[in-house]
Structures are given as C-alpha cells and as structure tokens.
T-cell receptor, first 114, second 115 residues
C-alpha cells in the first residue's frame, strides 16, 4: 500500500540533545512537508521541500533542520536550539507544491522532553 | 492574524444527531482553496474535501455535506446522522494563491459522538 511512514511513534529527548524524526513516502510525490501540532492548536509548517536537494523554511523553522537527499525521504532534526520541542510532529506529502494540492499525512511522532 | 477560525473547540453529540462544524476564513485573494481534514485518534490527518473559490456549489458525500458561502466567508461542514466513528478532530484549512503553497489551518474542532 502506498503511504507515508513516520517513525518512531514516540520519542523522548534529553536536554541538549538532537533527535531525528523519520519520514518516508512511497507515493512518488515530489513535495514533502513537516508540521508541528500543539494541543488545541492548528498545524504550523516547519519546513517543506519541493524537490530533492531543495527545501524551504516554513513559519516556525527555528531550532529545526531537514535534508532531502532522496525523493522518498525527508527527515527532521530537532536540535538543542529548539527550547520547547514537546509536540506532535506530522509529515505530509503532495504530488507537487501548489496551493490547490491536497496533502497526504503520516500518523505522526509524539516528541517529549525528559 | 488567524486566517481560519473554527470557533467551536469541542462538540459532543449523541449518535444519530446531525452536527455542523463551523469554519470562517479571511482572505483578500480572489483565487483560493478551502479544505477539510479529519484527524482520528490514530493521529494522521485524512483529506475530506477541497473546494476552490469559484465553485460555490454545496457538496454532499454520503452523510457529509459542505456549505460554502463566499458572502459570509464560511465553509461549514455538516455530518448527518452522526456515528461513533465520526469522533475525531476536524480541521478547516485555507490555501491562497498569493501565498504559494501554504496551508493555513484552523485550530480544529474536536467532535465526540457518544452511543
């Protein structure tokens, strides 16, 4: 089945530690996205990528980094500079980046700080 | 500024009741898209509907219907004869041509359907 796989489902970070969230898609989509969801809040865009080796900052990119070395993979690193990392992280993809494109989402990673 | 407002934070209904989820948006663009997504307890968002700004026809899909009114900048979602499986958080989102790709999400409405 085609879809988006996020791992792990739960992740814990110690103070000062970088952690990486995995996102893999087999939909052959060009565009991939990372969103952050806080309780009672909408989704906020962290980074997005239109094609391999290209990515752009979203609304809340500070303290995060990404890479796009392969079309199917778009990992997100939460760095120690992100002072409030506890949140639910959602990865998404679309055929391409366009304002009329619907997004396909993974099942998310819950990140907590120890 | 919040571009998409979902004023209802939580709604609780009894099975078989009809329920309407409100969505009000704000844009200066003439070309834009509106979306509804469902987030069940499993976490992933599931696409429900996409509507462009030039198509004001209401849409019905089974027990779901959407009422798009440009005059009031609203895109409301109605579930008829609700079921327990409809329990989820529902998000309305706006995408504007001038902002490129970006989807602006509302804060979501949590719907609980009890037996």
């Amino acid at each position: 089945d085609g879809g988006i796989t996020q791992s792990p489902k739960y992740l814990f970070r110690k103070e000062g530690q970088n952690v990486t969230l995995s996102c893999e898609q087999n939909l052959n989509h060009d565009a991939m996205y990372w969103y952050r969801q806080d309780p009672g809040q909408g989704l906020r865009l962290i980074y997005y990528s239109q094609i391999v080796n290209d990515f752009q900052k979203g609304d809340i990119a500070e303290g995060y980094s990404v890479s796009r070395e392969k079309k199917e993979s778009f990992p997100l690193t939460v760095t120690s500079a992100q002072k409030n990392p506890t949140a639910f992280y959602l990865c998404a993809s679309s055929i391409f980046v366009g304002f009329n494109e619907k997004l396909f989402f993974g099942s998310g990673t819950q990140l907590s700080v120890l | 500024a919040q571009k998409v407002t979902q004023a209802q934070t939580e709604i609780s209904v009894v099975e078989k009741e009809d329920v309407t989820l409100d969505c009000v948006y704000e844009t200066r663009d003439t070309t834009y898209y509106l979306f509804w997504y469902k987030q069940p307890p499993s976490g992933e968002l599931v696409f429900l509907i996409r509507r462009n700004s030039f198509d004001e026809q209401n849409e019905i899909s089974g027990r779901y219907s959407w009422n798009f009114q440009k005059s009031t900048s609203s895109f409301n979602f109605t579930i008829t004869a609700s079921q327990v499986v409809d329990s989820a958080v529902y998000f309305c989102a706006l995408s504007e041509e001038d902002s490129g790709y970006a989807l602006n999400f509302g804060k979501g409405t949590s719907l609980l359907v009890t037996p």
